[in-house]
């Protein structure tokens, strides 16, 4: 039984990883403005937004089956606290971080409508750091970081975000490469720290 | 309804810039303003059917009595950002006659119930003016204080949600116009930007009466305006007329016309193109065949040896030039549309370019923030139609005017 | 019901222009042009609409009554 536990925690956490990886690939191609990967641009929106909160859910998975482990001796106060964990606290504590931070992300990307773009924005770029941090916690923690295949499938996620950003970065990137940026023109700007004259 | 001709005719009329300098000499000729309630002030804005004389010619009773209704302290800001540079007359106004634009700001404030009062304008009339409201202070006549802001000098300072914004602190940026500063503006309150010169002739209202206003202008279009004229006439300045002035009136007014004319621009950079006719009045009616109006009062006389695309090219890249950039139509379509009448001016002809023009001007309408594509459109259509037969010449690599084709 | 483009939040990412393709189009630069000028919404383009406005990345769209 408790077995069973430790492999669907173990693999609750890959398949999250997994997910979060197509969530961040989906991200960045949502911006270019041509059909990613295939998909119309309404899709990928949709399926980042879902394959994120699937993420979300099998990540709820992997924490609540750690906590009925009798190996993992985990708390209720490492799902929140980062790095106070008795079971090498630092890698763990990376694990408490991503899912604090993907908490703040679901959270406010419901509420988005509520709280207004710019704080969603300001939150959502957090969303990127996740990613990092998710995969560093699954090699750190993950005590079968010396087996081939939790290395490969690292490897492989890995692979696809790093040709995300290598698309993003290219040139062919946007479907309008000669639209001007919108940007506020300094001139509008108040030139001196504030041109406001109070008459006393 | 009467028609033009029937109409008293406006003419040159001296009411707001009549008189001496000075805060004596404004208190000796116009007297103390009287004490009105809001009701009465709005109700005499109403029955003299002034209009908002920044552009847009808005009635000023039904922004008045709209933000006396909004509830909540509202804000009444008093507008000379003059961001136009062919208009001269926010300026003038301030220079000679302050004292009737800050009476007005207090009737506004009044009217609207309104707990601040702002007025924007560019820094160098800043230190005369602040001297002011200390006299001004000092002899009992502001009940509200009024607080001085710096416009910087761009073509949509002057925008109201600009105006707004700067005030604000955050920059003078058009905003989003779903909420509307009626509702929430300076510091979220119910807000009033009115133009100087409208609340320049408020102050005379609330002193002489709705009927005395209605004895200058047409039957449609009370009152006098103040007119920046410039371009080839001999004395280029601002000169006061009823609405429907001939506009031969206003550029004899001007000194006359150095040479003779081919077209005028009437409204400003966002107006439109008429025929030099002096007898056109000036006024909405008149000017509405041509898809132009008064505006903000700017008369730009076009001598016939210029190029009529020409200029409207260059103006059209100023403006393009100056897009607040934060509207991804504007901000791309209309430096493609400044561009697409460049090539036409300079008789870079290609096929269908006169369409390419006329395709982006109506592409950018109404698809910004703020009325700046629409504005810059709006003239670059009148040149279109204004000048066809240029348009033809320069498809074919001629200019009538520049060649002496004419 | 009208549909209405904040214009300093749309970054001209086209979402709307696929979920809304009877009342949208995309000018020269990917931004999206109201078919009717307006933003006027048929009754049957109803859930359409809503789901733009839920979908675009920047929070753009609004629907405003009139
Ligand atoms: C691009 C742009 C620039 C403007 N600049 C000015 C300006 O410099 N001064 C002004 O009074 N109104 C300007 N306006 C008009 C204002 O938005 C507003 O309508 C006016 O200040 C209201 O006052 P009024 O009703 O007394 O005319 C501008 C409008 C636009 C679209
Ligand atoms: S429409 Fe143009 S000028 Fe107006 S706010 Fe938008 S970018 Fe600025
Ligand atoms: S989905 Fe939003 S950001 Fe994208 S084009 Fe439409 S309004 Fe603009």
């Not at chain 1, 300001?122 to 560093?136: G, Q």
């Not at chain 2, 404030?109 to 602040?130: N, Q």
């Not at chain 2, 707004?164 to 009626?182: C, F, H, L």
């Not at chain 2, 909405?284 to 409207?312: H, K, Q």
Request: aromatic share 6%; net charge positive; charged share 20%.
């Amino acid at each position: 039984m408790t077995e069973a536990l430790w492999y669907f925690a173990r693999g609750s956490g890959v398949i999250s990883l997994v997910l979060l990886t197509v969530v961040v690939a989906l991200g960045i191609g949502s911006r270019s403005g041509k059909p990613a990967f295939g998909l119309p641009r309404f899709a990928v929106s949709m399926l980042h937004r879902n394959a994120a909160l699937l993420a979300v859910v099998f990540l709820a998975g992997h924490i609540v089956s750690l906590l009925f482990d009798p190996y993992a001796q985990l708390r209720l106060v490492d799902f929140v606290l980062p790095f106070v964990g008795n079971y090498r606290p630092f890698w763990q504590g990376l694990g408490t971080l991503g899912f604090d931070l993907m908490i703040a992300i679901v959270v406010t990307s419901l509420l988005r409508n509520r709280i207004g773009a710019r704080a969603w924005r300001a939150v959502h770029w957090l969303a990127y750091l996740s990613w990092p941090i998710a995969l560093a916690h699954g090699l750190g923690t993950g005590s079968d970081n010396g087996t081939w295949w939790l290395w490969a499938i690292s490897i492989a996620c890995t692979a696809v975000v790093v040709v995300a950003v290598g698309w993003r970065l290219s040139t062919g990137f946007s479907r309008f490469p000669a639209r001007a940026d919108r940007e506020v023109a300094a001139r509008l700007r108040q030139p001196e720290a504030k041109q406001l004259e109070e008459v006393r | 309804m009467t028609s033009v001709a029937e109409a008293p005719t406006g003419r040159v009329e001296q009411r707001l810039l009549d008189g001496e300098v000075g805060l004596d000499a404004h208190l000796a000729r116009h007297g103390r303003l009287p004490i009105l309630d809001s009701s009465q002030i709005i109700g005499m804005a109403r029955d003299a059917g002034l209009t908002g004389r920044g552009g847009a010619g808005f009635p000023v009773w039904r922004k008045l009595s709209a933000v006396a209704q909004a509830g909540g302290a509202a804000v009444v800001v008093a507008n000379a950002a003059e961001g136009e540079p062919a208009s001269r007359k926010d300026r003038a106004l301030l220079a000679y006659q302050p004292n009737l634009v800050l009476d007005g700001l207090q009737l506004a404030a009044a009217a609207t119930r309104a707990k601040a009062a702002h007025l924007y304008a560019p820094k160098a009339a800043l230190p005369a003016l602040r001297r002011l409201l200390v006299a001004r202070r000092t002899a009992g006549l502001d009940r509200l204080e009024v607080t001085l802001h710096a416009a910087p000098d761009a073509f949509v300072s002057g925008e109201e949600s600009a105006v707004v914004s700067a005030i604000n602190g955050t920059g003078a940026v058009p905003a989003d116009k779903r909420i509307r500063i009626i509702q929430a503006g300076v510091g979220g309150a119910p807000t009033l930007v009115q133009n100087v010169e409208t609340l320049a002739h408020l102050a005379l209202i609330a002193r002489y009466g709705a009927g005395w206003f209605l004895t200058a202008g047409t039957a449609d279009e009370p009152g006098t305006f103040l007119a920046t004229v410039s371009g080839a006439v001999r004395r280029p300045g601002v000169i006061e007329a009823g609405y429907g002035v001939p506009l031969g009136d206003l550029i004899a007014a001007a000194g006359g016309a150095t040479m003779p004319l081919q077209a005028v621009l009437i409204g400003g950079y966002h107006g439109g193109w008429v025929p030099a006719d002096p007898a056109l009045p000036v006024s909405r009616r008149a000017l509405e065949p041509f898809g132009a109006s008064p505006g903000a009062g700017v008369v730009v006389a076009l001598p016939a040896n210029a190029c009529g695309l020409g200029e409207t090219a260059r103006i059209a890249g100023y403006l393009a030039d100056q897009v607040a950039g934060q509207c991804g139509p504007c901000i791309n379509g209309l430096p493609r549309m400044a561009a697409t009448l460049a090539d036409l001016a300079a008789r870079r002809p290609r096929p269908g370019l006169p369409a390419e023009v006329e395709r982006l001007a109506r592409l950018v309408s109404g698809r910004g923030a703020c009325r700046h594509p629409d504005g810059t459109a709006r003239l670059v259509l009148s040149a279109m139609r204004a000048f066809e037969a240029d348009v033809v010449a320069h498809l074919h690599g001629r200019c009538l005017a520049t060649e002496g084709h004419r | 019901m009208r549909l209405h483009i904040d214009w300093t939040a749309c970054d001209g990412r086209g979402v709307c222009t696929e979920l809304l393709e009877e009342m949208l189009t995309e000018d020269d630069w990917g931004y999206p042009v109201l078919r009717d000028g307006k933003g006027e919404i048929p009754r049957a383009l109803d859930g359409a609409a809503r789901r733009a406005v839920d979908r675009c990345p920047r929070l753009a769209l609004k629907l405003t009554q009139q």
